[in-house]
């Protein structure tokens, strides 16, 4: 075993060697422009691309057209948010989202909403998921986008966003659904849940990092985007800058391999997640699960542990890499707005962390996980004075 086990898959996951041997030689030998039209270098940077796109398009039950490729999930959003809200604000300037969205969703819908947009931020129960009643209630003449989440990255939900693309359909009113954790992990299929937009991040599926899309459905009329970056016109105009031709095939490539072994792979992860969770509650207590087992994703365990702060567990088990929540939000002290959202008090917040499984953990490391844990939670509960008073009260 190789020390720190990683557990933070969530955040992001190293790229698969098969993918690293396919981007190599877009580094070197084929390092032409796709934009080049006039040699065989761009010639074969383009159909590199497109192989990519098909690829992407055929995981998804897409049409190779209806793929952009962006820098990574953060932008496709920001795209998805910003080019509706400026195309379509004559009709009306309300936007619905979820409490537990990443922040690249709630931040670039705070912006809109400093900017003269109404943005509606519909709770959540102790599964993380929303009420549809109240989805179909919240949306109104006015509402030009509802933007809820497909998986969520702290807690691992698995929302119903096929019954939500539904009342948004029944509504008139477009629908994008940030699928960063989804894509790869469990089943994405635009035939069936019919968004009108979606967002993807290649570095959470075992791709590279600073690559991503979105996917913009095929309507009559067509969609409009108001992109976020001008220039070269490249992909339709909607996005335009160099495109990043190692990234693509890399990407494609991540995709690929997923869309071969993801049933496998789920079933293999979760059985190691389930293994992982009932050690812990068989050999701690007050333990508590975030969220709820069911409609999770397979390699997300997020846990409270009753009497020990987060970060001196962090510190006590070094040799293992978890984290506190979303990588992006650690840097501030504040608990989670997720586990706020789905009614987790603040102290048990404070002392929660994410387990992150993914394809390249093995067996062996979880079972030592589970021993280091075990062990951590002990010794820091028994060194605690007011948790050892706490447990000698709870036996009077
Ligand atoms: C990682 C992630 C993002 C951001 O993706 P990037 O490609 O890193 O910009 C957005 N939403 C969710 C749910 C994520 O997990």
């Known amino acids: 075993m190789k020390f720190p086990i990683y557990l933070d898959n969530h955040s992001t996951t190293p790229v698969d060697p098969e993918v690293m041997d396919a981007m190599l030689p877009y580094f070197t030998e084929k390092f032409g422009n796709a934009a080049s039209k006039n040699h ?48 379509y604000s004559n009709k009306g300037k309300r936007i619905i989202t979820s409490a537990t969205e990443h922040s690249a969703v709630l931040d670039s819908l705070r912006y809109l909403e400093k900017n003269g947009f109404e943005i509606i931020y519909l709770p959540v129960d102790q599964s993380g998921r929303i009420d549809f009643n109240q989805l179909s209630d919240s949306i109104n ?55 009108a937009l979606a967002s993807f991040s290649a570095h959470k599926l075992y791709g590279p990092k600073g690559i991503g899309a979105i996917y913009i459905r095929k309507d009559e009329p067509p969609i409009r985007l108001t992109p976020l970056l001008l220039g070269g016109g490249h992909e339709k105009n909607i996005r335009s800058g160099t495109l990043n031709v190692p990234g693509i095939v890399g990407f494609g490539k991540a995709v690929e391999i997923c869309s071969k072994i993801f049933k496998d792979e789920s079933h ?45 567990l962090i510190m006590e088990m070094r040799e293992l890499a978890v984290s506190t929540g979303a990588a992006c939000t650690t840097a501030s002290l504040k608990p989670s707005h997720v586990l706020k959202a789905i009614g987790v008090p603040d102290n048990l917040a404070k002392s929660s962390i994410r387990f992150g499984i993914g394809r390249f953990n093995s067996e062996e490391e979880i079972d030592y996980a589970i021993k280091k844990i075990i062990e951590s939670v002990t010794k820091l509960r028994s060194l605690s004075p007011s948790w050892t008073l706490r447990e000698e009260h709870n036996f009077n």
Not at 41 to 70: C, L
């Open 40 to 87: 065989v270098f761009g010639w074969e940077a383009e159909s590199a691309v497109e192989h990519a796109r098909k690829q992407i398009a055929d995981i998804i039950g897409a049409e190779s057209s209806e793929i952009y490729f962006t820098s990574g999930a953060t932008e496709s959003i920001n795209l998805a948010h910003f080019g509706i809200a400026q195309s």
């Open 141 to 195: 003449q006015n509402t030009i986008l509802v933007s809820i989440m497909t998986a969520n990255n702290e807690i691992g939900t698995i929302n119903n966003v096929t019954e939500i693309s539904k009342i948004c359909a029944d509504k008139n009113v477009f629908f994008h659904t940030d699928a960063a954790q989804a894509l790869g992990k469990i089943e994405f299929d635009v035939k069936k849940i019919k968004p």
């Open 268 to 312: 293999r992860i979760s059985r190691l997640r389930d293994k992982l969770y009932n050690s812990l509650i068989s050999f701690l207590d007050n333990v508590h699960l975030n969220g709820k087992i069911e409609n999770r994703l397979p390699g997300n365990l997020n846990i409270s542990f009753e009497g020990v702060t987060a970060e001196s």
